[in-house]
């Protein structure tokens, strides 16, 4: 069945980096695009932007620009955003989701949770 | 940004009751999609393209709606439908989602 696995939980102190991985099993990885999807505590969803999974070109959301990257390893079938110059509002979970056409996320992983706190 | 408005915010519903959940959008669009998402879980989607129900949602859920107006219905509560609903479009980049509605089972 189609999976998506999440890395885990990260406590960072503000200015540091880190890296969430997200690994799809159960389909062809590089058919459907990845989407990442931000959620502040007790707050909704929020698209960060998505990349193309065959041709590896990320999208990026205005919000999330400057700091955030998108990247692949397709031969582990595997999605990645890394976040540089950790700030205390980039406290939150961190989704991936599988894209079909329409922006339709129709797999999400479980989520990965990062805290940035002194 | 197309903006999604829900509402209601927050809902209280019996087991057995009639349920509607508005997704207003401040310029037309063409679909919307919808997610469920339970307490302490990653989001699912449950109705996609306006009117279809993803895999495995039960049909007492439908959809309905076109321009600037949608809808998530539920026709006969049960306990297991309390989650936060939240629309989605993708007519106008950035794709958005609503803010969200809590459906509570009394």
């Known amino acids: 069945q189609i999976q998506l696995v999440q890395s885990g939980p990260e406590l960072k102190k503000p200015g540091e980096s880190v890296k969430i991985s997200c690994k799809a099993s159960g389909y062809t990885f590089t058919d459907y695009a990845m989407h990442w999807v931000k959620q502040a505590p007790g707050k909704g969803l929020k698209w960060m932007g998505w990349i193309n999974t065959y041709t590896g070109k990320p999208t990026y959301a205005d919000d999330f620009k400057g700091r955030f990257v998108f990247s692949l390893e397709a031969s582990a079938s595997t999605a990645n955003l890394q976040i540089s110059n950790l700030k205390n509002e980039d406290t939150a979970t961190y989704f991936c989701?599988?894209?079909?056409?329409?922006?339709?996320?129709?797999?999400w992983g479980q989520g990965a949770s990062v805290t940035v706190s002194s | 940004e197309t903006v999604l408005t829900q509402s209601p915010t927050t809902t209280a519903a019996s087991p057995g009751e009639k349920v509607t959940i508005t997704c207003r959008a401040s310029?037309?669009?063409?679909?919307m999609h919808w997610y469920q998402q339970k307490s302490g879980a990653s989001p699912k989607l449950w109705i996609y393209?306006?009117?279809k129900l993803a895999s495995g949602v039960p049909n007492r859920f439908s959809g309905s709606g076109s321009g600037t107006s949608y809808s998530l219905i539920i026709s006969s509560i049960e306990t297991e439908d309390a989650a936060t609903y939240y629309c989605q479009q993708k007519s106008s980049d950035p794709p958005t989602f609503g803010s969200g509605t809590k459906l509570e089972i009394k």
């Open positions: 989701a599988r894209g079909k056409k329409g922006y339709v996320m129709d797999a």
């Open positions: 393209d306006t009117s």
């Open positions: 310029s037309s669009v063409s679909y």
